[in-house]
Each structure stands twice: as C-alpha cells, then as structure tokens.
C-alpha cells in the first residue's frame, strides 16, 4: 500500500503505491516507548542533527522512531495534509484524511510543541515552524 521514496519536501517521504480509502489506518508509528524526561534529552540530539523522531504518546510517555521504528517515521509534514494521526489504546495510527491516489506523498500535521527551529516547505512561503 506504501513505500518509501525521495521526497520533494524533505530527504524521505512515504508514498501511496495504490489507492487509499479514506480513514484508513495505514501504518502504526512503531518505536522505543519512553518517558517524557529521555525523550527532552533525544529530541534535543536529534533537534542539532536537524530532525525530528519523537512522537509524544500521552503526558508521560513519547514513541522514538529513530529506535526501533518502521517506515512511518519517514511520512513528512503538511499544514494541508492527507493523513492525520490518532492514538489508540497507546498505538498512535496513521489514518488517511481523504482519499489518496496512488503516487501521492503521504503527510499528517507534526503539531510540534517543542524549539520550532526547522521552516516548513510544504508550499513555497509557508511560516510554520517545525
Ligand atoms: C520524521 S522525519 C521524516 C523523514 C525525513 N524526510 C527523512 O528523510 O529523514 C522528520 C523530519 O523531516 C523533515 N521534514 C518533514 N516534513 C517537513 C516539511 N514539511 N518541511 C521541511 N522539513 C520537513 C524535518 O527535518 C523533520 O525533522
Ligand atoms: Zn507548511
């Protein structure tokens, strides 16, 4: 249904091999499950390396793509995405916002809340940051 390729936005993408119906769960983001307090010291190695792995699961715990993930920690960022995620019984899912077309990058919305260092390009002159 998905496979990883060179992206237009950033290094690594994720991309639709078929048609995807929407709401469909896609892909889970799988990796190391830690506390919130290990995740701010990783995000910050991660953060000077120019990237972003950590998904924040709850108050207390954080899933680190970079440790043991799947191929969802490549799925970019979009302020107009096609996917969204949601967590479910401490799983977070990729789910697909709409219909998705083969060939189409796949992209949910990061809502980071941390330094907000890296500038979004997912359109040219887009303020968000990441
Ligand atoms: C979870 S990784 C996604 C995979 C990444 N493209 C790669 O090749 O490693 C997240 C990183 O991708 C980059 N990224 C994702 N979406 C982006 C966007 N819309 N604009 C700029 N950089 C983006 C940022 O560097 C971010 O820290
Ligand atoms: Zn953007």
Redesign the pocket.
Known sequence: MIERRR?K?????VFATERIPKNKRIIHYAGEKITNRESATREQV?LDQ????CFKLNSRWVID?AVGGNVA??????CTSNCYAQIVDGVIWIRAAKTIEAGDEL?YN?QTEGEKS?????RPG?RTR?
């Open positions: 992206s936005l950033h290094g690594w993408g991660y120019g990237t972003i792995w793509g920690r490549f799925v970019n960022h979009s992209t990061y890296i500038q979004c390009r997912c887009c990441l």
